[in-house]
Nanobody, 124 residues
Framework: QVKLVESGGGLAQPGGSLRLSCAAS????????MSWARRAPGKGLEWVST????????YYADSVKGRFTISRDNAKDTLYLHMNNLKPEDTALYYC?????????????????WGQGTQVTVPS
């Protein structure tokens, strides 16, 4: 079965960095677009970043553009999110999400499997 396991979250100081990882199994990772989404306390879901199956194209939310970088290693079936210059407003539960096709998008309908999430906390 499809399994997505996030890791790398934790407590980071403002201006600091974290790298999230998502280990995927149960499907042919290299055939699917992948995404990171987050939910902050009391707020709705935000699509943070997406990446094509071959890594050639990416999308970033305006709130993270220039600070976060999405990448993937198809040989290791792993998705990454490199987060730099972290801000208190980045505090959220971060989810790794599998797309339904090679091209990702930024809505729930085009994704079919979610990880359990990893918490990122940046104190103010």
């Amino acid at each position: 079965q499809v399994k997505l396991v996030e890791s790398g979250g934790g407590l980071a100081q403002p201006g600091g960095s974290l790298r999230l990882s998502c280990a995927a199994s149960g499907f042919t990772f290299s055939n699917y677009g992948m995404s990171w989404a987050r939910r902050a306390p009391g707020k709705g879901l935000e699509w943070v970043s997406t990446i094509y199956d071959d890594g050639t194209a990416t999308y970033y939310a305006d709130s993270v553009k220039g600070r976060f970088t999405i990448s993937r290693d198809n040989a290791k079936d792993t998705l990454y999110l490199h987060m730099n210059n972290l801000k208190p407003e980045d505090t959220a539960l971060y989810y790794c999400v599998k797309g339904r096709s090679s091209a990702p998008c930024t809505n729930t309908a085009c994704h079919d499997f979610w990880g359990q999430g990893t918490q990122v906390t940046v104190p103010s």
